[in-house]
Each structure stands twice: as structure tokens, then as C-alpha cells.
């Protein structure tokens, strides 16, 4: 599978809420994934892959559901550019979403480093 093939199934991955072993295998072990400042981490975060794994492990205990749609995929070499709007949902029914930009790096087929600019629209926005 090419790189931008696996940057969109990871993504349908984490909407069909893969946590634990089945995220981790998109995943080089030395992963990083910096996350920059935005409405829900206003300091931003740099993670590992274990913090990577909690945080998953966190945003499904928080959401019923939740949805990318893909914009736009740009790759070259050993990277990829992904354009995606973002809808999650809460179980107490809050809709959020957010337009994201997120930046994939590859090694030997897996991502390597990961970072995020969310993007966060106004709570009941549509």
C-alpha cells in the first residue's frame, strides 16, 4: 500500500475507533506526534506512541462517534500532507468539529512522525 493510501486508512482506523495493538500497528515504535496548540490542547503536545495510545484510549470514552472526511492528500516521497474536516461526537449528543491539517512521516511503511494543526470550530457550529 502506498503512502497516501495508508495515511487515509489510518484515518478510517481511528474513526472506526482501532485502539491498542490495532492503532499501534500504523506506527513506528519511536513515533512522535506533536500536536500544536488548539481549542482542546491550547499549549499543544508532543507525544510517544504510549501517550499516543492513552489519548485514543481517552477520546473513546468521551465519543460516541466520529468521522473524517478528506479533503485533500498530497505525498511526496516519504511524506504526506492531509487535508480532513473532522466531526466528532460526544456521548452526552455535543457535536464538535474541527478542520485539520496533519503532516505524515514514513519509515520503511509506517508513520514515523505525525503533527497537527486542528483546528476547532465554535461549539454548535455547523
Same mark, same amino acid.
Given at each position: 500500500m502506498d503512502n497516501a493510501s495508508f495515511?487515509?486508512?489510518?484515518?478510517?482506523a481511528v474513526a472506526e475507533g482501532a485502539? *491498542?495493538?490495532e492503532l499501534a500497528r500504523f506506527f513506528?515504535?519511536?513515533v512522535v506526534h506533536e500536536e500544536f496548540p488548539n481549542l482542546i490542547v491550547p499549549n499543544g503536545v508532543r507525544r510517544d506512541l504510549a501517550e499516543?495510545?492513552?489519548?485514543?484510549?481517552?477520546g473513546a470514552a468521551l465519543l460516541a462517534h466520529q468521522?473524517?472526511?478528506v479533503v485533500n492528500v498530497l505525498a511526496a *516521497?516519504?511524506?504526506v500532507a492531509l487535508e480532513l474536516r473532522w466531526t466528532g461526537q460526544t456521548k452526552d449528543g455535543q457535536v464538535l468539529r474541527a478542520n485539520i491539517a496533519t503532516f505524515l512521516e514514513f519509515r520503511d511503511g509506517r508513520i514515523s512522525a505525525q503533527r497537527n494543526y486542528d483546528c476547532y470550530q465554535p461549539l454548535g457550529s455547523r
Open positions: 495515511a487515509v486508512r489510518y484515518h478510517h485502539l *491498542g495493538a513506528e515504535e519511536d499516543m495510545l492513552q489519548a485514543a484510549e481517552r468521522e473524517f472526511e *516521497g516519504d511524506q
